[in-house]
């Protein structure tokens, strides 16, 4: 749920940003419309902090494609990771919160922009456990 929140999140940023362009947040093989973003997680790590708070360390790709046979599409596509830079700093979560986009970098390759970004999220999970209900102490103090 955290996950996908997140990652709905990214595609909703995407949305605001580039309203003329269709997001894809699954795989498409074929048939899918140009210009358009393909968001895709690459990596996840999640560690166990204190009792019922987990970090949650999440690598995304998004992936650009344009027409091939745009005029300067290199140059085009580095207009847009420059872009990208900028609105997936910080931007609002699903929730309401905020992300920080971190390790931001971009590469072109086999004309399609590839822009990373990992996003560090840190929540409480509720996590069943057994409390106790007494505890019974003796106290004594020691006579010199």
């Known amino acids: 749920m955290i996950i996908t929140n997140i990652k709905d999140s990214i595609v909703k ?11 894809y947040d699954e795989l498409i093989k074929q048939g899918f419309q140009e210009p358009c973003f393909f968001v895709k997680i690459i990596e996840q790590d ?21 027409d091939e046979n745009t005029v300067n599409i290199d140059e085009q596509y580095h207009m847009i990771a420059e872009d990208l ?3 997936l700093e910080l931007f609002s979560d699903l929730s309401g919160g905020n992300l920080r986009g971190l390790n931001k970098r971009h590469n072109i ?3 399609v922009l ?3 970004l990992d996003i560090n999220v840190s929540t409480k999970i509720p996590v069943d456990s057994v409390n106790m209900e007494t505890l019974d102490t003796n106290s004594y103090i020691k006579k010199d």
């Not at 940023?13 to 997001?23: D, F, G, Q, R, W």
């Not at 902090?49 to 690598?59: A, L, P, S």
């Open 46 to 66: 999640t560690k166990k902090e204190c009792k019922n708070r987990f970090r949650f360390n999440i690598m995304f790709d998004i992936h650009c494609f344009l």
């Open 85 to 87: 830079y900028e609105k």
């Open 13 to 23: 940023a995407l949305k605001t940003s580039y309203p003329t362009y269709e997001i």
């Open 114 to 116: 590839h822009f990373f």
């Open 109 to 111: 390759e086999d004309k």
